[in-house]
C-alpha cells in the first residue's frame, strides 16, 4: 500500500490550500482514513479522521475551517483548508487504515502559513 500526498505549499494567513493523497495497492472504500500533521520537536496530531461511511471527526482548533473528504472511485483523500493560521504550519501526512489492522503513511507534505 503506497500514499502519495500533494498539495502543499507556502500561503498567507487567511489563505487556503487543498491536499490529496493518492492510495494505490488498496481500495480505500472500506478503510478508515486521516490526516495529521507534525511539527519539529512536538508529536505527531491527528487533524481530521473520516470512516468508510464518511463520519467525520476534526480537532477543535480546525473545526469550521478544514474538510475531510473521500473519493471511492478516485481511491484518494482530500483536505480542504480555509482561513489558516500560522500555527497551522506543519508537515501534514495522510493515513490509512486498512481493515481494522495495518497502517500506512504518505511521505508528508509541508504546509507553511507566512505573511
Known amino acids: 500500500v503506497q500514499l502519495v500526498e500533494a498539495g502543499g505549499g507556502t500561503v498567507q494567513p487567511g489563505g487556503s490550500l487543498r491536499l490529496s493523497c493518492r492510495v494505490s495497492?488498496?481500495?480505500?472504500?472500506?478503510?478508515?482514513l486521516a490526516w495529521y500533521r507534525q511539527v519539529p520537536g512536538k508529536a505527531r496530531e491527528t487533524v481530521a479522521t473520516i470512516t468508510s461511511s464518511e463520519s467525520s471527526t476534526y480537532r477543535d482548533s480546525v473545526k469550521g475551517r478544514f474538510t475531510i473528504s473521500r473519493d471511492n472511485a478516485e481511491n484518494a483523500i482530500y483536505l480542504q483548508m480555509d482561513s489558516l493560521k500560522a500555527e497551522d504550519t506543519a508537515v501534514y501526512y495522510c493515513?490509512?487504515?486498512?481493515?481494522?489492522?495495518?497502517?500506512?503513511w504518505g511521505q508528508g507534505t509541508q504546509v507553511t502559513v507566512s505573511s
Open positions: 493515513f490509512c487504515y486498512v481493515d481494522g489492522a495495518s497502517q500506512y
Open positions: 495497492g488498496t481500495t480505500i472504500s472500506r478503510h478508515a
